[in-house]
């Protein structure tokens, strides 16, 4: 079913004089059948998005007008981790997308000489050495003294 006409009108001119004179008229939906179109959903929101590596955006965003074939997408967001798939789509394709991004993690590890000092992070005394714990990625202020 067609949703709206698009027309065209146009005047081609040659050292003043007009050679042709017309007008088209077409569906829009089948001016776009041939791509198809992603909606990108990212909890949190605000990712970056990359489509074969270049910048589409930041989430939510709706892509128009891919052609036919496989994609790369990448998501990044500070303090979680990286998102990539291939996403293959077809002239015609409406697709919603919503991903869940994780939390990139590390762990702060800390030996002292000598032994037993305490590790206080962000003002607070966590442990002592030798100290291993997983973190969240982020900005930390790590002390430790015996």
Known sequence: MLKSNK????????????????????????????FATIELITEPENAQVFINQIPRGTTPV?????????????????????????????????????????????????????????VILNNDTIGYTPFTNPLNSGPYNVTFFN
């Open 7 to 34: 027309s065209v009108w146009g005047i081609i001119f040659c050292s003043g004089f007009v050679l042709l004179f017309f007008h088209m008229t077409f569906a829009q939906e089948e001016f776009q059948q041939g």
């Open 62 to 118: 709706k892509i128009d007008s891919l052609e036919q074939g496989i994609y790369e997408m990448r998501l990044e967001l500070g303090g979680y981790i990286s998102f990539n798939e291939k996403i293959n789509v077809s002239p015609g394709d409406n697709k919603k997308l919503v991903i869940k991004l994780q939390n990139a993690t590390g762990f702060l590890k800390v030996i002292s000489w000598p032994g037993n000092a305490s």
